[in-house]
């Protein structure tokens, strides 16, 4: 049973549209929601969350609707966009409130959010006002109470904002290890390589409207009236320094004549793209033709299956 | 019940902790630092038996229970929900074991329970500042009901009849801080032209306004306060009725006030005015 359903879902703000016409089916494990800044991802959580009604359509979070049912909510945990804060309280006061008023006796309040704040690596800074904490700090501290009274799924609405590049990293594995743990993630971002780095499912909004949803590869794979991308790198001692890039003319002239590559570009003196509307042909004749021009490969690997340049194709923008 | 006490524990500690509660103590001292003030610049200015009776009662009814209350629900109750909405902190609250409902409902007690003792403490003050320095009871002159005066049990009649206005005004001005755009305009409108000038004028129309009931309440346990309205008798006599009750309309108020706004915080989205479509 997929965890979040939307059918036939339209959400619009007095004229402006937030979601088009959505029907999508969530599963579980860690699924990224994509789009550019004003796409409707922070729509669709607050949909999710019971925070908006549906305009059009419906919504369904483990099978029951969201909207004031405290029993489907109990079980999930969000992590709003911003700084939503009671600025007075201490780390640790905002998570056991949030714990207890989450259905957690007081001393059990306690536990749950010691462990949750020592997960989030906030422990020698859970007792200090929040209003005294970094953008990194309350990033965390949202996430602890989001972890707190252990929910089935998180729905993390731009949850590495603010972070430094390795509270980042440390946020992605903590992520993925709750993701072993068998709870669900619905992680929204717009800075696509963060979301890459966690899953490759994915869904992918543009306008109000779902462009994509599924495995970023086979969304990429699905895509026949675009070109696919193959990048050709070559080791060194093969005419590949910046001096010498015999060794690639010599391979692009060799490609030129092949009946399936549709295009070249020479990136650099020792990396060529391969255009091709056949990927697997290009893949198979690709050793063959590099041994007749004896150079040395150092990597052979799509350009263009990425969760970037899929979304630039949907978007029609340049990957 | 544990979330239900969570939030009326953490509600309790915010009102208490809010930045607006030093207005609030201010308002809520004023009538008895401008007893104390009269009581230093002229000696003898209330020191008599009716002198007493009357300033002790104008500070209670006009500045107590027509100023200082209203004010302050005034500003706790338009902001009740709203401040919560506006700082994006109600998303947590929405989204826990609890109703939306019920959030609005304990947010209400609890700060009721808050207000209610902060301007219970007025009314002590008022006493105190009154009365300090006077032996008990006070002979007064010229009001048979009186006789020999004793303000403690006119005290304890405040100390309930305090509470329950503060139960109407939050109501009312909670309600008005959900439904209307510019709460604190049209709260500071209804007040100013409903409980200050309606509420006063010699007509009937009078009980039209919150502090009738309360009126009524008050006036069942000390019927000489009507003195204080200078009414003519036969409007006297039928807007304040022996045989009325207070608490059944004040509770109507209550009710219909807190139940609007229970069912608005239950079927509204509640956004903040800055919203994002992303």
Same mark, same amino acid.
């Given at each position: 049973?997929?965890?979040?359903?939307?059918?036939?879902?339209?959400?619009?703000?007095?004229?402006?549209?937030?979601?088009?016409?959505?029907?999508?089916?969530?599963?579980?494990?860690?699924?990224?929601?994509?789009?550019?800044?004003?796409?409707?991802?922070?729509?669709?959580?607050?949909? !999710?969350?019971?925070?908006?009604?549906?305009?059009?359509?419906?919504?369904?979070?483990?099978?029951?609707?969201?909207?004031?049912?405290?029993?489907?909510?109990?079980?999930?945990? $969000?992590?709003?966009?911003?700084?939503?804060?009671?600025?007075?309280?201490?780390?640790?006061?905002?998570?056991?409130?949030?714990?207890?008023?989450?259905?957690?006796?007081?001393?059990?309040?306690?536990?749950?959010?010691?462990?949750?704040?020592?997960?989030?690596?906030?422990?020698?800074?859970?007792?200090?006002?929040?209003?005294?904490?970094?953008?990194?700090?309350?990033?965390?501290?949202?996430?602890?109470?989001?972890?707190?009274?252990?929910?089935?799924?998180?729905?993390?609405?731009?949850?590495?904002?603010?972070?430094?590049?390795?509270?980042?990293?440390?946020?992605?594995?903590?992520?993925?290890?709750?993701?072993?743990?068998?709870?669900?993630?619905?992680?929204?971002?717009?800075?696509?390589?963060?979301?890459?780095?966690? !899953?490759?499912?994915?869904?992918?909004?543009?306008?109000?409207?779902?462009?994509?949803?599924?495995?970023?590869?086979?969304?990429?794979?699905?895509?026949?009236?675009?070109?696919?991308?193959?990048?050709?790198?070559?080791?060194?001692?093969?005419?590949?320094?910046?001096?010498?890039?015999?060794?690639?003319?010599?391979?692009?002239?060799?490609?030129?004549?092949?009946?399936?590559?549709?295009?070249?570009?020479?990136?650099?003196?020792?990396?060529?793209?391969?255009?091709?509307?056949?990927?697997?042909?290009? $893949?198979?004749?690709?050793?063959?033709?590099?041994?007749?021009?004896?150079?040395?490969?150092?990597?052979?690997?799509?350009?263009?299956?990425?969760?970037?340049?899929?979304?630039? $194709?949907? !978007?029609?923008?340049?990957? | 019940?544990?979330?239900?006490?969570?939030?009326? %524990?953490?509600?309790?500690?915010?009102?208490?902790?809010?930045?607006?509660?030093?207005?609030?103590?201010?308002?809520?001292?004023?009538?008895?630092?401008?007893?104390?003030?009269?009581?230093?610049?002229?000696?003898?200015?209330?020191?008599?038996?009716?002198?007493?009776?009357? *300033?002790?009662?104008?500070? #209670?009814?006009?500045?107590?229970?027509?100023?200082?209350?209203?004010?302050?629900?005034?500003?706790? %109750?338009?902001?009740?929900?709203?401040?919560?909405?506006?700082?994006?902190?109600?998303?947590? /609250?929405?989204?826990?074991?609890?109703?939306?409902?019920?959030?609005?409902?304990?947010?209400?007690?609890?700060? @009721?329970?808050?207000? *209610?003792?902060?301007?219970?403490?007025? @009314?002590?003050?008022?006493?105190?500042?009154?009365?300090?320095?006077?032996?008990?009871?006070?002979?007064?002159?010229?009001?048979?009901?009186?006789?020999?005066?004793?303000?403690?049990?006119?005290?304890?009649?405040?100390?309930?009849?305090?509470?329950?206005?503060?139960?109407?005004?939050? *109501?009312?001005?909670?309600?008005?801080?959900? /439904?209307?755009?510019?709460?604190?305009?049209?709260?500071?409108?209804?007040?100013?032209?409903?409980?200050?000038?309606?509420?006063?004028?010699?007509?009937? *129309?009078?009980?039209?306004?919150?502090?009738?009931?309360?009126?009524?309440?008050?006036?069942?346990?000390?019927?000489?306060?009507?003195?204080?309205?200078?009414?003519?008798?036969?409007?006297? #006599?039928?807007?304040?009725?022996?045989?009325?009750?207070?608490?059944?309309?004040?509770?109507?108020?209550?009710?219909?006030?807190?139940?609007?706004?229970?069912?608005?915080?239950?079927?509204?989205? /509640?956004?903040?005015?800055?919203?994002?479509?992303?």
């Amino acid at each position: 049973m997929a965890v979040v359903e939307l059918n036939h879902l339209s959400k619009w703000y007095g004229e402006v549209i937030g979601l088009n016409d959505v029907t999508l089916a969530i599963e579980g494990g860690i699924t990224g929601l994509v789009g550019p800044n004003g796409a409707g991802k922070s729509t669709l959580m607050g949909l !999710t969350m019971g925070q908006l009604r549906p305009s059009r359509g419906s919504i369904r979070v483990f099978g029951k609707g969201v909207w004031d049912n405290p029993r489907v909510l109990s079980r999930l945990g $969000y992590c709003p966009e911003g700084d939503p804060f009671w600025p007075s309280l201490t780390g640790r006061r905002f998570v056991v409130f949030l714990a207890r008023a989450s259905g957690l006796s007081l001393r059990e309040a306690r536990r749950a959010a010691d462990r949750a704040i020592e997960l989030t690596g906030m422990t020698e800074h859970a007792d200090r006002a929040i209003r005294g904490y970094s953008k990194g700090m309350r990033q965390r501290i949202k996430l602890a109470q989001t972890l707190a009274h252990s929910p089935e799924l998180l729905v993390l609405d731009e949850p590495f904002t603010g972070a430094d590049p390795v509270g980042r990293h440390e946020l992605a594995n903590l992520f993925r290890h709750l993701a072993d743990e068998g709870i669900d993630i619905l992680v929204s971002s717009h800075v696509l390589h963060e979301v890459e780095s966690l !899953t490759r499912q994915i869904v992918m909004i543009d306008h109000g409207r779902v462009v994509a949803q599924g495995d970023t590869r086979r969304v990429r794979r699905d895509m026949h009236d675009r070109l696919h991308a193959i990048r050709v790198r070559l080791a060194g001692g093969s005419g590949s320094s910046d001096r010498d890039d015999s060794g690639v003319r010599r391979l692009a002239v060799r490609l030129a004549a092949v009946k399936s590559v549709a295009g070249l570009k020479v990136v650099s003196a020792d990396t060529l793209v391969v255009e091709t509307a056949v990927p697997d042909q290009v $893949y198979d004749g690709l050793p063959g033709w590099v041994l007749e021009e004896n150079v040395a490969v150092r990597e052979i690997a799509a350009a263009d299956d990425n969760l970037e340049a899929v979304f630039g $194709y949907l !978007t029609q923008q340049n990957p | 019940m544990g979330p239900l006490l969570a939030l009326f %524990g953490f509600t309790i500690r915010s009102t208490l902790l809010a930045r607006k509660l030093w207005a609030v103590l201010i308002m809520l001292a004023a009538p008895s630092m401008l007893l104390v003030l009269i009581r230093l610049v002229e000696e003898d200015a209330i020191s008599k038996g009716r002198e007493l009776w009357e *300033a002790y009662h104008v500070m #209670n009814q006009f500045l107590i229970l027509m100023v200082a209350v209203p004010l302050v629900c005034m500003v706790y %109750g338009v902001s009740l929900i709203s401040a919560e909405v506006e700082s994006r902190t109600f998303v947590y /609250l929405v989204t826990r074991r609890m109703r939306r409902a019920t959030v609005f409902l304990i947010k209400y007690v609890a700060t @009721a329970c808050v207000l *209610a003792l902060l301007c219970d403490a007025g @009314a002590v003050s008022v006493y105190f500042a009154t009365f300090s320095g006077v032996d008990l009871p006070v002979p007064v002159a010229g009001n048979p009901a009186l006789g020999q005066w004793n303000p403690t049990h006119e005290l304890m009649v405040y100390l309930a009849v305090i509470p329950a206005a503060v139960c109407g005004f939050l *109501a009312l001005f909670a309600m008005v801080g959900l /439904l209307a755009r510019k709460p604190l305009g049209v709260s500071a409108f209804y007040w100013v032209m409903v409980e200050l000038i309606l509420s006063n004028m010699p007509t009937g *129309a009078r009980v039209y306004s919150l502090l009738h009931p309360l009126r009524l309440m008050m006036i069942r346990e000390m019927p000489g306060v009507t003195a204080l309205y200078e009414l003519p008798q036969d409007l006297l #006599n039928r807007v304040y009725r022996p045989d009325q009750s207070g608490l059944i309309p004040l509770l109507i108020v209550i009710l219909v006030s807190a139940g609007i706004t229970a069912w608005a915080v239950s079927v509204r989205e /509640l956004l903040p005015t800055k919203v994002s479509q992303d």
